[in-house]
């Protein structure tokens, strides 16, 4: 009867011990808690922290002389400043990776926060404001909104649980997201054909180790780009860097997340040559700053996976580097003949002078809105449809951008389009809030799903999301800073690669270490 009744009690307490996920009905688990050492480091780093990011950086610039206005859009920035730091500060802090958010509320904090916070203490901005001053109190007033409507996305995805499919679906085709291995191997195929092409039809790899003016200038040399379309150019640049990257990036998973990968020379020969490739086509001479960046911090998580020093170092130095670094990494932008002085006499002044035009542009496209009136869906439209030549569709739009600076009567129309102007030219505050939200909701869910992909418990060396979560972290600043036509094309050929290689039946060879 004693042995009944002790049997019993085990059962109970075997039940009680049970996590709450599997006690819910088969959730996925969350990644386990931070250790005890990180709990009380993590609260000594916490005050300095959150008292720079909130107090110490904003009383700074505030106290910089210039020439602004003490007014309403002062102090909605210096609040959206605080907010987006004392987010940021969370994110850093936090007890599991969130990759999508920690991106977001770093770029918020710098280029919407700090950086126009900046430029309202001192007087000055970037690019020249057209419309009246309420038209920045609007658009200061509307980031703030949209991101209080992005945490609220993110707020209901933390309270869906993560649900697990049963066996039975897993073993008939609902598995994780993995890389096939044989499509996998094409697309390396893919990547060293593509990129060949594209440094010979540039004329040889020099060309990548000289400007990114020689470069643009070869390819609208080279006929791939009809005029008035950036199509050509948009699919050669796409495919020559792309499939490159992505088979770079899981071949290092593959290095460091199985050891049979590690003992095959063959592995390791196929990863150094895709290394020397992206040396060529990926390097910070040719392309783009936010590309480059997105390469460096895809690779960096794809190498360091589950270290959770190199994600809260990166969101704390990223900081730093975009007030610091950021405005000077354009030094390869220009020839020697073009290239322009690097000349400050305060750290702030690049703020104001150089690449962060985000707030004043979502001001001059609320005032170019007043004239012109809503899109109603058809920016985003031709964001969608990049990949439709002019020539097809004569009544394609324009980057939104371009279609402000050029109603600003402006000579140079490579301006930004943050992803706020975007929903607020084709639908309004409530469509910039809505999409917003589900943007914060989609990041949440993916968060939590790349913290799973990458624990022991996950779905191996091949892991899809593994790869996705942070190529799409590093994409993210474009994404943000916009316009979005531009930033299509990559992003599309980046997820038409994942789809082809993308299989949900558990293979054996992927999984066995």
């Known amino acids: 009867m004693t042995s009944v009744h002790t049997s019993a009690q085990e059962q109970a307490a075997r039940v009680v011990a049970r996590p709450e996920w599997a006690r819910a009905g088969g959730g996925v688990p969350e990644p386990p808690e931070r250790p005890i050492v990180w709990s009380m480091l993590s609260r000594a780093l916490s005050v300095p922290l959150i008292l720079g990011l909130v107090c110490f950086l904003p009383a700074v610039i505030a106290a910089q002389p210039g020439n602004g206005v003490r007014d309403t859009a002062y102090w909605l920035q210096l609040v959206l400043t605080c907010y987006a730091g004392a987010r940021l500060a969370t994110m850093i802090l936090s007890t599991r990776r969130r990759l999508l958010q920690g991106v977001f509320w770093m770029f918020?904090?710098?280029?919407?926060?700090?950086?126009?916070?900046?430029?309202?203490?001192?007087?000055?901005?970037?690019?020249?404001?057209?419309?009246?001053?309420?038209d920045l109190i609007t658009a200061t007033a509307m980031v703030l909104v949209g991101c209080a409507a992005y945490d609220l996305g993110a707020l209901l995805a933390s309270r869906r649980p993560l649900r697990r499919r049963p066996a039975s679906a897993r073993s008939s085709g609902g598995g994780p997201a993995v890389a096939h291995p044989l499509r996998l191997r094409l697309l390396v195929l893919v990547a060293f054909v593509a990129s060949a092409f594209y440094v010979m039809k540039l004329g040889g790899p020099a060309v990548f180790f000289s400007s990114r003016q020689e470069i643009n200038e070869t390819v609208a040399a080279s006929g791939v780009a009809a005029e008035g379309s950036n199509v050509g150019s948009a699919f050669l640049k796409g495919f020559g860097t792309v499939p490159a990257l992505l088979a770079f990036l899981f071949y290092t998973r593959r290095l460091v997340t199985s050891r049979r990968a590690r003992r095959s020379p063959s592995t390791a020969l196929v990863w150094a040559v895709l290394a020397a490739v992206n040396l060529v086509v990926n390097n910070p001479i040719s392309n783009a700053r936010y590309w480059f960046l997105t390469v460096l911090m895809a690779f960096v998580f794809t190498a360091l996976p589950s270290s959770a020093a190199v994600y809260r170092t990166v969101l704390a130095t990223g900081v730093m580097g975009a007030l610091v670094v950021f405005p000077y990494a354009d030094k390869f932008r220009y020839d020697d003949e073009g290239k322009r002085p690097a000349q400050s006499a305060s750290v702030f002044e690049p703020l104001v002078t150089k690449d962060y035009d985000q707030m004043v542009m979502f001001a001059n496209t609320i005032s170019w809105v007043d004239t012109r009136g809503h899109t109603y869906g058809r920016q985003l439209a031709g964001s969608a449809l990049f990949f439709v030549p002019r020539a097809v569709w004569s009544g394609k739009p324009e980057d939104t951008g371009v279609r402000v600076g050029e109603w600003m009567g402006m000579n140079m129309t490579n301006l930004s389009a943050p992803l706020w102007t975007e929903f607020w030219v084709d639908f309004g505050a409530s469509g910039m809030i809505g999409g917003l939200a589900l943007i914060g909701y989609a990041a949440a869910r993916t968060d939590r799903k790349y913290a799973l992909a990458v624990t022991r418990a996950g779905p191996g060396p091949g892991s899809v999301l593994a790869i996705a979560a942070p190529l799409l972290a590093g994409y993210t600043f474009i994404l943000l800073r916009g316009p979005l036509l531009q930033a299509a094309g990559k992003l599309a050929i980046a997820a038409l690669c994942l789809v082809l290689i993308t299989t949900f039946r558990e293979q054996r060879a992927v999984r066995r270490r």
């Open 108 to 134: 918020v904090y710098i280029a919407m926060g700090v950086a126009p916070f900046a430029q309202v203490v001192i007087g000055q901005t970037p690019t020249p404001m057209v419309g009246p001053r309420q």
